[in-house]
C-alpha cells in the first residue's frame, strides 16, 4: 500500500503498531501508531522518525515515495524514542551527514539518547527553513511534553506537526477524523488525561500563544493515531476544556482494591448514596482496571473517593502505584474523600487522606474506616458518605 498523501507532497509514512497493548505503563487497548511524514519539495524533509523496531517499515514507506538517500533534511520534534529510536537506521540510509534539526533544547537532549555524532542543526521559535516553494516554521513547546517538544508548521499548507500533542494511541487504517469520526474523542481524551493533564497551564498558555501569532491551522498532524483535516478546532477546543478541568460530569470516581471484599462493600455501598444524592458513581476495582483507564475517568469526574484495606500496616499496593501514579498528574479541581477496612491497626484510611491532601484536593469528609466486615450499620455509615459527597456534586450544578 502506497503511503496515504495527506496533502499535495505530504505523506504519512509511519508504523502502525497493531499490537502493543502496555506503552510505558499506559494501557493501549487499541494499539497506536508512530506517525512520520514526508513533505516533498525542491527539498524533500522527513518530521520524525518512528520506534526503533519499526525503522525497517518507515523506510519501505519512504522508498514507495522517493530514496530516502534523497532526503535533504530530518526533523526531530522531540528526542523520546517512540519517534526517535529509529533514527540510527534512517540517518544510516539517508546519509549519516543530512541536517538533523531538533530545537536548542534538543541539542542537549538528543546527544544523550544517540552516540552518533550527527549533525545537529538546533531551531528556536520563528527559525524558518526553507524546502523550496514551501517553508517550515519552528515553534518551540517546552515541556508539552519534553523539555525539547517542538511543532513544525508548513506554512504554505496551514499543516501544523505537532508531535505527541493532540494525539491518541490508537491503531487503525483510517487516517482521518471524518473518517473515524467522534469514536476517537475517547482515545483523545484518554492520552490527554495521562500524558498532558499536568502540563494543562501550558497547554493554556501555549493555544493563547497561538491565537496571538495568528497561526491558522488547516490541518494537525500528530505523532500518533489519526490526523485533524476535518475539523482541527474541535481538538484544539477539547483541550482548553480539559485544560481548565472545569467542564465536569455529575460523576464520582471510587477507585480501590479489597482483600476480602470488605472494602469492595464499601465502595457499593458509597456508590449507592452518590447515586440517592442524584449523581453517577463509577466504583473501579484497581486489579480489574488499569490505572490509566481508572485516570481518564477521574479527569472529567467531579469527585474521586479512594479506598484500601490496611495491608501490613500500609495501603494495599495497588492502591500505593495509583495514588503516586494519579499525584503526578495533578488533577484539580476535584472534591475527594477516602475510606477502607482494616483488622486491627487500620492506617490506611488517613494515608489514602494524606495523600489526597498532598494533592491539593477538596477533601470534604473525612471518610469512613471500618473494622473488619462492614455491619448493616457500617453499610450504612458508607451510604451516607456517598449521600454527602453526591449531594457536594450535585450543588456544583
Ligand atoms: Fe509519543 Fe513523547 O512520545
Redesign the pocket.
Known amino acids: 500500500m502506497k503511503p496515504a498523501e495527506i496533502a499535495k507532497g505530504v505523506y504519512e509514512v509511519g508504523a502502525i503498531d497493531w499490537n502493543i497493548r502496555d506503552f510505558h505503563g499506559y494501557s493501549t487497548h487499541r494499539g497506536t501508531s508512530y506517525n512520520a511524514y514526508l513533505v516533498v519539495d525542491e527539498k524533500i524533509a522527513l518530521i520524525d522518525a518512528v520506534k526503533k523496531e519499526f525503522a525497517d517499515q518507515l523506510l519501505e514507506n519512504i522508498s514507495k515515495i522517493v530514496d530516502p538517500k534523497k532526503i535533504d533534511y530530518v526533523i526531530s520534534n522531540?528526542t523520546?524514542m517512540?519517534?526517535s529510536g529509529g533514527l540510527p537506521r534512517v540517518m544510516h540510509r539517508v546519509g549519516e551527514g543530512k541536517p538533523l534539526y531538533v530545537s536548542n533544547m534538543g541539542l542537549k537532549n538528543h546527544p544523550r539518547h544517540f552516540s552518533q555524532s550527527w549533525n545537529y542543526q538546533g531551531v528556536k521559535s520563528g527559525d524558518t527553513l526553507s524546502l523550496g516553494k514551501r517553508t517550515l516554521k519552528f515553534l518551540e513547546t517546552r515541556m508539552l511534553?519534553?523539555p525539547d517538544s517542538m511543532f513544525t508548521y508548513l506554512e504554505e499548507e496551514k499543516i501544523l506537526f505537532s508531535s505527541?500533542a493532540f494525539g491518541q494511541h490508537y491503531a487503525g487504517q483510517e487516517k482521518f477524523d471524518d473518517v473515524v469520526g467522534d469514536a476517537i474523542m475517547p482515545h483523545a481524551k484518554k492520552y490527554f488525561a495521562n500524558i498532558l493533564m499536568l502540563y494543562s497551564p501550558l497547554i493554556l498558555k501555549l493555544v493563547n500563544q497561538v491565537t496571538e501569532l495568528g497561526l491558522q491551522i488547516d490541518m494537525i498532524c500528530p505523532?500518533?493515531g489519526i490526523i485533524w483535516r476535518k475539523d482541527p478546532g474541535k481538538i484544539i477546543n477539547a483541550y482548553v476544556e480539559w485544560a481548565k478541568g472545569e467542564k465536569v460530569e455529575k460523576k464520582a470516581v471510587i477507585v480501590y482494591d479489597t482483600m476480602w471484599h470488605s472494602t469492595e462493600q464499601m465502595a457499593e455501598a458509597i456508590a449507592a448514596g452518590v447515586y440517592d444524592a442524584g449523581a453517577i458513581a463509577k466504583p473501579m476495582k484497581l486489579r480489574e482496571w488499569d490505572r490509566s483507564d481508572v485516570m481518564t475517568e477521574v479527569m472529567d469526574a467531579a469527585a474521586v473517593l479512594v479506598g484500601s484495606p490496611t495491608l501490613n500496616n500500609g495501603l494495599f499496593p495497588t492502591v500505593s502505584d495509583f495514588l503516586t501514579y494519579m499525584k503526578g498528574l495533578k488533577p484539580h479541581k476535584k472534591i475527594a474523600s477516602a475510606f477502607g477496612s482494616y483488622g486491627w491497626s487500620g492506617e490506611s484510611v488517613k494515608l489514602v487522606r494524606d495523600e489526597l491532601e498532598a494533592m491539593k484536593l477538596d477533601i470534604i469528609d473525612p471518610g469512613v474506616k471500618i473494622q473488619y466486615v462492614p455491619d448493616r450499620s457500617g453499610l450504612e455509615e458508607c451510604e451516607a458518605l456517598g449521600k454527602r459527597i453526591g449531594e457536594a456534586i450535585v450543588r456544583q450544578f
Do not use: N
Request: aromatic content about 12%; overall charge negative; charged content about 45%.
Open positions: 522531540h523520546e517512540d519517534h511534553h519534553w505527541d505523532d500518533h
